[in-house]
């Protein structure tokens, strides 16, 4: 069984690549398109990695990652964080919060693909 992975961003041409690139490396993708959609989905379908924006209407990237670190049922769950907030104090609040990775944008599509490849590999 394929590895799913949300993706939850507001910006449309991020996602058609993100969904692009992820569909072609053999991942069930799924897209949300703000924060509270994103929470939703996260608790309904418990994807293997989320790919998460920070800046996003209704809940940012933050917040979210608060609520799944703040959650028994989806701590565990792979989040890697991929924003054009890419400045050392929005990198370290990430991983501070829990992130397990985090990418600024514009980002390598080889990198990210390299990258979520070893998350959804690595075990906790």
Do not use: C, H, N
Request: aromatic residues 4%; glycine residues 6%; hydrophobic residues 45%.
């Amino acid at each position: 069984m394929s590895k799913r992975i949300l993706i939850i961003d507001d910006e449309p041409s991020i996602v058609i690549s993100l969904e692009f690139l992820m569909t072609r490396e053999g991942y069930q993708v799924q897209v949300a398109r703000d924060g509270e959609a994103g929470l939703a989905a996260i608790r309904q379908d418990r994807p293997d990695l989320i790919v998460l924006d920070v800046m996003m209407p209704k809940l940012d990237g933050f917040a979210v990652l608060e609520a799944i670190r703040a959650d028994p049922a989806l701590a565990e769950t792979r989040v890697l964080m991929l924003t054009a907030k890419g400045r050392e104090a929005e990198q370290r609040k990430g991983l501070d919060l829990g992130a397990d990775a985090y990418m600024p944008k514009p980002f390598s599509t080889r990198d990210l693909v390299d990258k979520v490849r070893e998350l959804l590999t690595e075990t906790r």
